[in-house]
Structures are given as structure tokens and as C-alpha cells.
């Protein structure tokens, strides 16, 4: 729905094991984490595999598992997260290609509700 708006420009930062980058939801509600069913990132095509993605709200960090278990916590529309991704030493300073997606549980869907989005972003 709002897939063009998910990655927040200039929001590509090394970290001490890999990198990061700021996320809005690809919805027009708020959800409960537990409804996330999968975020995907592909850097310059190669793909992160899930276990590497860890999601960040609000100062708290969650793997894939631990959003399942969350029926408690809600990210809002407009929201800002992060994603960081386990990649030691594989992104170099300059221009990469991102991509990201989303995949949603909504109730009233009959199947998953996937967002998807690609910018080109810089690191220093």
C-alpha cells in the first residue's frame, strides 16, 4: 500500500557487524508484532538470509521468533524501526542497492499483505 515510503531515505548506517536502516510499515494501520510474518532485505541483489535481521522499536531489538510471541507490542502507522543486519565487513562505503520487504498477517485478508521497496542508498 505505501511500499514507496517503507525505507527512509539516508537512513543506511554501518555498524560494528554489519549495517542499518530506518523502516516504516507498508500499511495503513498499526499491527501487532506478532502479525509480522517475515522481513527481507537484499543488498546489491544478494539476499540476507532471516536469522541475519533483527527488528528494532522503540530502543528494543526482536528476531523473527520474538515478534511472533509479541501480541502485546503495536507498530504503528508511521512509525519509524530499524532493521540491522548481521553483515561483517561486506558493506563498503558508497552507493547500495536496497531492497526490503514486509510480509503482514491482516485478519480480514485472505492472504498475506506484502510490501516491498528498493532505494538506492549511501553509507560513509
Do not use: C, N
Request: hydrophobic letters at 40%; zero cysteines; proline letters at 5%.
Amino acid at each position: 500500500m505505501f511500499d514507496r515510503y517503507m525505507i527512509i531515505e539516508g537512513s543506511l548506517r554501518r555498524t560494528d557487524d554489519g549495517f542499518e536502516f530506518d523502516v516504516r510499515i507498508p500499511y495503513y494501520r498499526g499491527i501487532a508484532l506478532s502479525m509480522i510474518e517475515a522481513f527481507e532485505v537484499t543488498v546489491d541483489g544478494e539476499e540476507v538470509p532471516r536469522d541475519r535481521i533483527r527488528f528494532l522499536l522503540r530502543g528494543r531489538e526482536y528476531t523473527h521468533d520474538e515478534l511472533e510471541q509479541d501480541a502485546e507490542t503495536r507498530w504503528e502507522f508511521g512509525e519509524i524501526a530499524t532493521l540491522r543486519v548481521a553483515w561483517p565487513g561486506r558493506l563498503e562505503p558508497g552507493e547500495h542497492v536496497i531492497r526490503q520487504a514486509t510480509q503482514l498477517r491482516i485478519a480480514y485478508l485472505p492472504a498475506p499483505l506484502r510490501g516491498q521497496d528498493e532505494k538506492s542508498l549511501a553509507v560513509a
